[in-house]
Protein backbone atom coordinates (compact mmCIF):
# COMPACT_ATOMS: atom_id res chain seq x y z
CA UNK A 1 0.00 0.00 0.00
CA UNK A 2 1.52 3.58 -0.99
CA UNK A 3 0.82 7.56 -0.69
CA UNK A 4 1.43 10.36 -2.13
CA UNK A 5 2.33 13.59 -1.06
CA UNK A 6 3.12 16.69 -3.47
CA UNK A 7 3.40 14.18 -6.39
CA UNK A 8 5.61 11.76 -5.23
CA UNK A 9 4.42 8.65 -3.71
CA UNK A 10 5.99 7.22 -0.33
CA UNK A 11 6.29 3.46 0.11
CA UNK A 12 4.45 2.60 3.90
CA UNK A 13 5.95 0.48 6.69
CA UNK A 14 7.90 -2.57 5.38
CA UNK A 15 6.26 -5.93 5.61
CA UNK A 16 9.43 -7.42 7.64
CA UNK A 17 9.51 -3.89 9.91
CA UNK A 18 5.16 -5.02 10.30
CA UNK A 19 5.77 -8.01 11.38
CA UNK A 20 8.27 -7.47 13.85
CA UNK A 21 6.03 -4.44 15.63
CA UNK A 22 2.94 -7.26 15.19
CA UNK A 23 5.22 -9.85 16.58
CA UNK A 24 6.44 -7.39 19.73
CA UNK A 25 2.54 -6.15 20.52
CA UNK A 26 1.63 -10.29 20.93
CA UNK A 27 4.82 -10.71 23.14
CA UNK A 28 4.09 -7.93 25.30
CA UNK A 29 0.58 -8.10 25.87
CA UNK A 30 1.14 -11.97 26.51
CA UNK A 31 3.81 -11.25 28.87
CA UNK A 32 1.72 -8.53 30.73
CA UNK A 33 -1.45 -10.59 30.43
CA UNK A 34 0.32 -13.85 32.21
CA UNK A 35 1.35 -12.19 35.41
CA UNK A 36 -1.79 -11.66 36.68
CA UNK A 37 -3.17 -14.51 35.34
CA UNK A 38 -0.57 -16.55 36.87
CA UNK A 39 -1.14 -15.16 40.59
CA UNK A 40 -4.72 -16.11 39.90
CA UNK A 41 -4.01 -19.72 39.11
CA UNK A 42 -1.65 -19.89 41.78
CA UNK A 43 -4.03 -19.11 44.17
CA UNK A 44 -7.02 -20.99 42.78
CA UNK A 45 -5.00 -24.20 41.86
CA UNK A 46 -2.80 -24.44 45.61
CA UNK A 47 -5.82 -23.90 47.19
CA UNK A 48 -7.73 -26.34 45.50
CA UNK A 49 -5.37 -28.81 45.81
CA UNK A 50 -4.30 -28.25 49.68
CA UNK A 51 -7.59 -28.40 50.55
CA UNK A 52 -8.94 -31.69 48.77
CA UNK A 53 -5.76 -33.32 49.98
CA UNK A 54 -6.25 -32.10 53.73
CA UNK A 55 -9.45 -33.29 53.48
CA UNK A 56 -9.42 -36.16 51.39
CA UNK A 57 -9.42 -38.41 54.33
CA UNK A 58 -12.64 -37.63 54.81
CA UNK A 59 -13.84 -38.12 51.12
CA UNK A 60 -14.82 -34.62 50.43
CA UNK A 61 -11.47 -34.15 49.44
CA UNK A 62 -11.92 -35.94 46.78
CA UNK A 63 -14.84 -34.14 44.71
CA UNK A 64 -12.67 -31.09 45.40
CA UNK A 65 -9.40 -32.35 44.13
CA UNK A 66 -10.99 -33.39 41.25
CA UNK A 67 -12.91 -29.91 40.75
CA UNK A 68 -9.02 -28.18 40.80
CA UNK A 69 -7.96 -30.61 38.24
CA UNK A 70 -10.95 -29.47 35.88
CA UNK A 71 -10.41 -25.91 36.57
CA UNK A 72 -6.83 -26.15 36.03
CA UNK A 73 -7.93 -27.92 32.70
CA UNK A 74 -9.39 -24.89 32.10
CA UNK A 75 -6.92 -22.47 32.68
CA UNK A 76 -4.54 -24.86 30.13
CA UNK A 77 -7.11 -24.84 27.43
CA UNK A 78 -6.88 -20.82 27.38
CA UNK A 79 -3.14 -20.84 27.90
CA UNK A 80 -2.27 -23.23 24.89
CA UNK A 81 -5.11 -20.34 22.50
CA UNK A 82 -2.35 -17.76 23.65
CA UNK A 83 1.14 -19.51 23.40
CA UNK A 84 -0.22 -20.04 19.94
CA UNK A 85 0.68 -16.82 18.09
CA UNK A 86 3.78 -16.27 20.38
CA UNK A 87 5.43 -19.53 18.89
CA UNK A 88 3.71 -18.93 15.65
CA UNK A 89 1.83 -21.79 14.94
CA UNK A 90 -1.49 -24.05 16.56
CA UNK A 91 -0.80 -25.84 19.58
CA UNK A 92 -2.66 -29.35 19.39
CA UNK A 93 -5.03 -29.98 22.26
CA UNK A 94 -4.30 -32.86 24.18
CA UNK A 95 -5.79 -36.18 24.93
CA UNK A 96 -7.65 -36.66 28.07
CA UNK A 97 -8.68 -39.64 29.37
CA UNK A 98 -12.51 -40.24 29.15
CA UNK A 99 -14.19 -41.51 32.03
CA UNK A 100 -15.07 -45.03 31.34
CA UNK A 101 -17.91 -45.37 33.65
CA UNK A 102 -20.91 -43.88 32.31
CA UNK A 103 -22.44 -42.67 35.51
CA UNK A 104 -21.77 -38.85 36.90
CA UNK A 105 -19.64 -40.27 39.57
CA UNK A 106 -17.15 -41.86 37.81
CA UNK A 107 -16.95 -39.00 35.11
CA UNK A 108 -16.09 -36.31 38.33
CA UNK A 109 -13.23 -38.21 39.50
CA UNK A 110 -12.06 -39.14 35.81
CA UNK A 111 -9.58 -36.36 36.01
CA UNK A 112 -7.85 -38.29 39.17
CA UNK A 113 -6.51 -41.15 36.50
CA UNK A 114 -5.44 -38.37 33.91
CA UNK A 115 -2.12 -37.66 33.35
CA UNK A 116 -2.64 -34.32 31.86
CA UNK A 117 -4.60 -32.87 34.20
CA UNK A 118 -2.07 -33.26 36.94
CA UNK A 119 0.35 -31.44 34.35
CA UNK A 120 -2.32 -28.76 33.98
CA UNK A 121 -2.55 -28.09 37.50
CA UNK A 122 1.58 -28.25 38.05
CA UNK A 123 1.57 -25.72 35.18
CA UNK A 124 -1.28 -23.78 37.33
CA UNK A 125 0.78 -23.99 40.33
CA UNK A 126 3.92 -23.26 39.11
CA UNK A 127 3.82 -20.96 36.35
CA UNK A 128 4.08 -17.56 38.13
CA UNK A 129 7.73 -18.58 38.14
CA UNK A 130 8.55 -17.71 34.46
CA UNK A 131 5.62 -15.32 34.66
CA UNK A 132 7.06 -13.08 36.98
CA UNK A 133 10.83 -13.10 36.06
CA UNK A 134 8.82 -12.05 31.90
CA UNK A 135 6.55 -9.46 33.41
CA UNK A 136 10.14 -7.78 35.42
CA UNK A 137 11.89 -7.88 32.07
CA UNK A 138 9.45 -6.91 29.74
CA UNK A 139 7.94 -4.11 32.26
CA UNK A 140 11.61 -2.72 32.80
CA UNK A 141 12.11 -2.60 29.29
CA UNK A 142 9.40 -1.00 28.26
CA UNK A 143 9.21 1.50 31.01
CA UNK A 144 13.14 2.80 30.30
CA UNK A 145 12.72 2.74 26.44
CA UNK A 146 9.68 5.02 26.88
CA UNK A 147 10.94 7.13 29.65
CA UNK A 148 14.77 7.86 28.13
CA UNK A 149 13.40 8.70 24.47
CA UNK A 150 10.56 11.05 26.12
CA UNK A 151 13.07 12.77 28.32
CA UNK A 152 12.97 15.83 26.76
CA UNK A 153 9.20 16.62 26.52
CA UNK A 154 8.93 15.94 30.82
CA UNK A 155 12.56 16.68 32.16
CA UNK A 156 11.79 20.61 32.59
CA UNK A 157 8.48 19.03 34.60
CA UNK A 158 10.97 17.57 37.16
CA UNK A 159 12.55 19.29 40.36
CA UNK A 160 16.42 18.95 40.50
CA UNK A 161 17.75 20.56 43.45
CA UNK A 162 21.30 21.11 43.69
CA UNK A 163 21.60 19.03 46.43
CA UNK A 164 20.60 15.52 44.36
CA UNK A 165 23.25 13.67 42.90
CA UNK A 166 21.98 12.42 39.35
CA UNK A 167 23.21 9.98 37.25
CA UNK A 168 25.37 12.16 35.07
CA UNK A 169 27.03 13.56 37.59
CA UNK A 170 27.78 10.25 39.67
CA UNK A 171 29.10 9.21 35.72
CA UNK A 172 31.38 12.03 35.80
CA UNK A 173 29.68 13.90 33.39
CA UNK A 174 28.21 17.57 35.19
CA UNK A 175 25.23 18.43 35.61
CA UNK A 176 24.85 20.38 32.33
CA UNK A 177 21.02 19.68 31.28
CA UNK A 178 22.14 18.99 27.80
CA UNK A 179 24.33 16.19 29.68
CA UNK A 180 21.48 14.69 31.25
CA UNK A 181 19.06 15.00 28.65
CA UNK A 182 21.33 13.29 26.32
CA UNK A 183 22.64 10.21 28.95
CA UNK A 184 18.96 9.50 29.13
CA UNK A 185 18.21 9.55 26.01
CA UNK A 186 20.96 7.56 25.07
CA UNK A 187 19.55 5.10 27.79
CA UNK A 188 16.18 5.10 26.21
CA UNK A 189 17.43 4.59 22.98
CA UNK A 190 19.52 1.47 23.94
CA UNK A 191 16.62 -0.25 25.42
CA UNK A 192 14.32 0.42 22.38
CA UNK A 193 16.81 -1.20 19.74
CA UNK A 194 17.09 -4.22 22.60
CA UNK A 195 13.05 -4.24 23.20
CA UNK A 196 12.57 -6.57 20.49
CA UNK A 197 14.52 -9.31 21.56
CA UNK A 198 14.49 -8.90 25.51
CA UNK A 199 10.49 -9.42 25.02
CA UNK A 200 10.58 -11.86 22.52
CA UNK A 201 12.77 -14.39 24.95
CA UNK A 202 10.76 -13.37 27.73
CA UNK A 203 7.69 -14.82 25.98
CA UNK A 204 9.45 -17.76 24.81
CA UNK A 205 10.95 -18.63 28.48
CA UNK A 206 6.81 -18.66 29.42
CA UNK A 207 5.11 -20.30 26.14
CA UNK A 208 8.10 -22.87 26.03
CA UNK A 209 7.45 -23.51 29.96
CA UNK A 210 3.82 -23.45 29.58
CA UNK A 211 3.95 -25.62 26.15
CA UNK A 212 6.29 -28.56 27.62
CA UNK A 213 3.51 -28.97 30.16
CA UNK A 214 0.38 -28.51 28.67
CA UNK A 215 1.38 -30.28 25.23
CA UNK A 216 4.90 -32.01 25.06
CA UNK A 217 3.73 -34.98 26.80
CA UNK A 218 1.16 -35.54 23.85
CA UNK A 219 3.15 -34.22 21.34
CA UNK A 220 5.72 -36.62 22.38
CA UNK A 221 3.65 -39.22 22.37
CA UNK A 222 2.41 -38.28 18.45
CA UNK A 223 6.23 -38.32 17.46
CA UNK A 224 6.72 -41.95 18.98
CA UNK A 225 3.25 -42.76 17.45
CA UNK A 226 4.42 -41.38 13.53
CA UNK A 227 7.72 -43.09 14.24
CA UNK A 228 6.30 -46.39 14.97
CA UNK A 229 3.69 -46.03 11.38
CA UNK A 230 6.75 -44.91 9.57
CA UNK A 231 8.77 -48.05 10.92
CA UNK A 232 5.83 -50.19 10.34
CA UNK A 233 5.45 -48.65 6.52
CA UNK A 234 9.34 -49.53 6.30
CA UNK A 235 8.70 -52.98 7.21
CA UNK A 236 6.05 -53.37 4.68
CA UNK A 237 7.56 -51.80 1.56
CA UNK A 238 11.05 -54.32 2.96
CA UNK A 239 8.86 -57.20 2.70
CA UNK A 240 7.07 -56.12 -0.25
CA UNK A 241 10.27 -55.84 -2.11
CA UNK A 242 11.39 -59.31 -0.78
CA UNK A 243 7.79 -60.83 -1.76
CA UNK A 244 8.13 -59.23 -5.13
CA UNK A 245 11.90 -60.01 -5.87
CA UNK A 246 11.35 -63.45 -5.14
CA UNK A 247 8.10 -63.36 -7.44
CA UNK A 248 9.69 -62.43 -10.23
CA UNK A 249 13.02 -64.26 -9.72
CA UNK A 250 10.06 -67.51 -9.90
CA UNK A 251 8.74 -66.60 -12.88
CA UNK A 252 11.67 -65.95 -14.85
CA UNK A 253 13.07 -69.16 -13.32
CA UNK A 254 9.57 -70.60 -14.92
CA UNK A 255 9.89 -69.03 -18.11
CA UNK A 256 13.18 -69.86 -18.71
CA UNK A 257 12.59 -73.81 -18.45
CA UNK A 258 9.17 -73.55 -20.16
CA UNK A 259 11.19 -71.87 -22.80
CA UNK A 260 14.56 -71.57 -23.83
CA UNK A 261 15.58 -74.58 -21.80
CA UNK A 262 13.52 -76.90 -23.51
CA UNK A 263 14.33 -75.28 -26.98
CA UNK A 264 18.03 -75.90 -26.36
CA UNK A 265 17.46 -79.54 -25.05
CA UNK A 266 15.63 -79.71 -28.49
CA UNK A 267 18.74 -77.78 -30.10
CA UNK A 268 20.83 -80.50 -28.51
CA UNK A 269 19.07 -83.47 -29.28
CA UNK A 270 18.56 -81.90 -33.18
CA UNK A 271 22.53 -81.56 -33.79
CA UNK A 272 23.30 -85.02 -32.17
CA UNK A 273 20.71 -86.62 -34.88
CA UNK A 274 22.37 -84.72 -37.31
CA UNK A 275 25.86 -85.65 -36.28
CA UNK A 276 24.73 -89.18 -36.81
CA UNK A 277 22.84 -88.41 -40.41
CA UNK A 278 25.75 -86.69 -42.09
CA UNK A 279 27.69 -90.45 -43.26
CA UNK A 280 24.48 -91.84 -44.10
CA UNK A 281 22.05 -89.32 -45.33
CA UNK A 282 23.23 -86.10 -45.53
CA UNK A 283 20.34 -84.63 -47.06
CA UNK A 284 18.15 -85.27 -43.76
CA UNK A 285 21.34 -83.75 -42.02
CA UNK A 286 20.98 -80.72 -43.90
CA UNK A 287 17.16 -80.44 -43.33
CA UNK A 288 17.98 -81.20 -39.06
CA UNK A 289 20.60 -78.63 -38.97
CA UNK A 290 18.43 -76.22 -40.68
CA UNK A 291 15.82 -76.68 -38.18
CA UNK A 292 18.27 -76.07 -35.39
CA UNK A 293 19.01 -72.73 -36.68
CA UNK A 294 15.49 -72.01 -36.82
CA UNK A 295 15.03 -73.13 -32.90
CA UNK A 296 18.29 -71.21 -32.07
CA UNK A 297 16.69 -67.85 -33.97
CA UNK A 298 13.60 -68.65 -31.43
CA UNK A 299 15.59 -68.97 -28.77
CA UNK A 300 17.16 -65.95 -29.21
CA UNK A 301 13.93 -64.09 -29.79
CA UNK A 302 12.46 -65.85 -26.31
CA UNK A 303 16.08 -64.29 -24.30
CA UNK A 304 15.71 -60.62 -25.96
CA UNK A 305 11.95 -61.09 -24.67
CA UNK A 306 12.75 -62.27 -20.97
CA UNK A 307 15.86 -59.63 -21.02
CA UNK A 308 13.06 -56.81 -21.87
CA UNK A 309 11.48 -58.12 -18.47
CA UNK A 310 14.14 -57.79 -16.63
CA UNK A 311 15.43 -53.92 -17.45
CA UNK A 312 14.06 -52.83 -20.98
CA UNK A 313 17.12 -50.72 -22.45
CA UNK A 314 14.16 -48.73 -24.02
CA UNK A 315 13.30 -47.25 -20.30
CA UNK A 316 16.33 -47.08 -19.34
CA UNK A 317 17.85 -45.03 -22.77
CA UNK A 318 14.42 -42.95 -23.55
CA UNK A 319 12.53 -43.33 -20.63
CA UNK A 320 9.25 -44.15 -19.55
CA UNK A 321 7.52 -42.59 -22.69
CA UNK A 322 9.27 -44.33 -24.85
CA UNK A 323 9.22 -47.90 -23.24
CA UNK A 324 5.14 -47.54 -22.82
CA UNK A 325 4.82 -47.10 -26.39
CA UNK A 326 7.15 -49.81 -27.62
CA UNK A 327 5.08 -52.10 -25.31
CA UNK A 328 1.76 -51.18 -26.14
CA UNK A 329 3.28 -51.83 -29.80
CA UNK A 330 3.77 -55.34 -28.81
CA UNK A 331 0.87 -56.03 -27.35
CA UNK A 332 -1.79 -58.11 -29.28
CA UNK A 333 -4.64 -55.78 -27.63
CA UNK A 334 -5.40 -52.84 -29.32
CA UNK A 335 -3.96 -49.77 -26.86
CA UNK A 336 -4.82 -46.45 -26.04
CA UNK A 337 -2.12 -44.75 -24.58
CA UNK A 338 -1.96 -41.63 -23.53
CA UNK A 339 1.05 -40.25 -21.99
CA UNK A 340 2.06 -36.94 -22.23
CA UNK A 341 5.46 -35.48 -21.64
CA UNK A 342 6.45 -35.96 -17.96
CA UNK A 343 10.16 -36.33 -18.16
CA UNK A 344 12.46 -38.35 -16.85
CA UNK A 345 11.89 -39.60 -13.71
CA UNK A 346 13.58 -41.63 -10.80
CA UNK A 347 14.71 -44.73 -12.07
CA UNK A 348 12.99 -46.80 -9.49
CA UNK A 349 9.73 -45.01 -10.21
CA UNK A 350 9.65 -45.77 -14.17
CA UNK A 351 10.47 -49.20 -13.85
CA UNK A 352 8.13 -49.41 -11.09
CA UNK A 353 5.74 -47.77 -13.61
CA UNK A 354 6.78 -49.74 -16.45
CA UNK A 355 6.53 -53.28 -15.18
CA UNK A 356 2.99 -52.06 -13.79
CA UNK A 357 1.58 -52.04 -17.10
CA UNK A 358 3.39 -54.26 -18.75
CA UNK A 359 2.13 -57.08 -15.94
CA UNK A 360 -1.44 -55.36 -16.51
CA UNK A 361 -1.19 -55.69 -20.60
CA UNK A 362 0.11 -59.43 -19.91
CA UNK A 363 -2.99 -60.33 -18.11
CA UNK A 364 -5.25 -58.22 -20.06
CA UNK A 365 -4.00 -60.51 -23.24
CA UNK A 366 -3.96 -63.70 -21.63
CA UNK A 367 -7.18 -63.51 -19.56
CA UNK A 368 -9.38 -60.72 -20.28
CA UNK A 369 -10.83 -61.41 -23.62
CA UNK A 370 -11.08 -57.36 -24.16
CA UNK A 371 -11.58 -55.81 -27.50
CA UNK A 372 -9.42 -52.92 -26.22
CA UNK A 373 -7.23 -51.67 -23.24
CA UNK A 374 -6.81 -48.04 -22.36
CA UNK A 375 -3.02 -46.93 -20.48
CA UNK A 376 -2.96 -43.44 -19.11
CA UNK A 377 0.26 -41.79 -16.84
CA UNK A 378 -0.56 -39.00 -15.04
CA UNK A 379 2.20 -37.01 -13.23
CA UNK A 380 0.71 -34.25 -10.25
CA UNK A 381 2.72 -32.71 -7.44
CA UNK A 382 2.72 -35.84 -5.16
CA UNK A 383 3.77 -38.55 -7.50
CA UNK A 384 2.93 -40.81 -10.79
CA UNK A 385 -0.61 -41.77 -11.27
CA UNK A 386 -0.73 -45.31 -13.34
CA UNK A 387 -3.99 -46.57 -14.84
CA UNK A 388 -5.14 -49.52 -17.09
CA UNK A 389 -8.67 -50.60 -17.96
CA UNK A 390 -9.95 -52.81 -20.06
CA UNK A 391 -13.45 -54.07 -21.39
CA UNK A 392 -13.02 -58.09 -20.47
CA UNK A 393 -14.98 -60.23 -18.51
CA UNK A 394 -13.59 -58.82 -15.14
CA UNK A 395 -12.76 -61.08 -11.99
CA UNK A 396 -8.89 -59.98 -11.73
CA UNK A 397 -8.04 -59.73 -7.65
CA UNK A 398 -4.81 -58.84 -5.57
CA UNK A 399 -5.93 -61.72 -3.47
CA UNK A 400 -2.49 -64.14 -2.86
CA UNK A 401 -3.18 -66.85 -5.39
CA UNK A 402 -3.86 -64.15 -8.46
CA UNK A 403 -1.38 -62.93 -11.08
CA UNK A 404 -1.69 -59.30 -9.19
CA UNK A 405 -0.30 -60.14 -6.23
CA UNK A 406 3.76 -59.66 -7.46
CA UNK A 407 2.87 -56.69 -8.83
CA UNK A 408 0.82 -55.83 -5.47
CA UNK A 409 4.26 -56.14 -3.75
CA UNK A 410 6.36 -54.38 -6.17
CA UNK A 411 4.04 -51.26 -6.16
CA UNK A 412 4.14 -51.24 -2.50
CA UNK A 413 8.08 -51.90 -2.10
CA UNK A 414 7.80 -48.67 -4.19
CA UNK A 415 6.20 -47.06 -1.62
CA UNK A 416 3.33 -47.04 -3.68
CA UNK A 417 -0.60 -47.97 -3.88
CA UNK A 418 -2.36 -50.55 -6.05
CA UNK A 419 -6.35 -50.55 -6.54
CA UNK A 420 -8.20 -53.01 -9.10
CA UNK A 421 -11.69 -52.55 -9.93
CA UNK A 422 -12.39 -55.65 -11.72
CA UNK A 423 -16.34 -55.91 -11.36
CA UNK A 424 -17.56 -59.57 -13.14
CA UNK A 425 -18.40 -58.90 -16.84
CA UNK A 426 -17.87 -55.19 -16.31
CA UNK A 427 -14.23 -55.14 -17.68
CA UNK A 428 -11.37 -54.29 -14.97
CA UNK A 429 -9.51 -51.01 -13.88
CA UNK A 430 -5.99 -50.89 -11.97
CA UNK A 431 -4.88 -47.84 -10.85
CA UNK A 432 -1.18 -47.58 -9.42
CA UNK A 433 -0.05 -44.29 -7.55
CA UNK A 434 3.40 -44.02 -7.01
CA UNK A 435 5.28 -41.42 -5.36
CA UNK A 436 7.97 -39.33 -6.33
Given amino acids: ?85 VLRRKIPHPHYRSARSTSWVGKMFAPLADGQSWLDLVHGIFRFIPSTISFSFVLVWWAVAVAGLTTPFYDWAIPHPPENVELPEALGLGDATITRLALNVAIGLFF ?48 AAVSAEATALRKLERDIHD ?61 LQAALTALAGRCTVPVDLDTPVIGRLDAAVESTAYFVVAEALTNVAKHSNASEVQVSVERNAVGLLVTV ?21 RVRAAGGVLAVDSPEGQGTRLTAALPL
Fill in 1 to 85: MTTTYAGVPATSTPAPARRLLRQLGIDTQYVLLGFPLGLITLVLCVTGFATGVGTAIVWIGLPLLAGSLAMSRGFAHVERVRIGP
Fill in 389 to 409: SDDGVGGASLAKGHGLAGLDD
Fill in 192 to 239: AITLFPVVRGAALLEAQFARGLLSGVDELRQQVATANAARDVAQEQKA
Fill in 259 to 319: GPQQRLVRLAMDLGRAEQQFSTDPEAARATVAEAISQTRETLDELRALSRGIAPPILVDRG
